[in-house]
C-alpha cells in the first residue's frame, strides 16, 4: 500500500542518496534556512539531496517527472 503525504509549510522533500549505507528517511527542508555561526570543521554530516518526481511511482499529472518536490 503507498501512502502520499502533503505537508503545509514551505520547502522541498529531501533525503540521503541511496548509494550511502547510512539510514535515510525522507524530510520537508524549510525553504528560508538560516545558517548558524559557528567552527569551519568538518564533521562529515548527513548529505541531503533533492528529491524528484518519477511518473508511474507518483501520478503524473500533477506531478511532473523529474522535477523536485516541494
Given at each position: 500500500m503507498l501512502f502520499i503525504f502533503e505537508y503545509n509549510i514551505s520547502g522541498y522533500l529531501?533525503?540521503?542518496d541511496n548509494h550511502y549505507a547510512?539510514?535515510?528517511e525522507f524530510i520537508?527542508?524549510?525553504e528560508r534556512l538560516k545558517m548558524l555561526?559557528?567552527?569551519?570543521?568538518?564533521?562529515?554530516g548527513k548529505t541531503f539531496?533533492?528529491?524528484e518526481a518519477?511518473?508511474?511511482s507518483l501520478?503524473?499529472?500533477p506531478y511532473v517527472q523529474g522535477?523536485?518536490?516541494t
Open positions: 529531501v533525503a540521503g547510512s539510514a535515510s520537508c527542508l524549510d555561526v559557528g567552527g569551519a570543521v568538518n564533521k562529515d539531496y533533492l528529491a518519477v511518473c508511474g501520478p503524473c499529472p522535477r523536485e518536490l
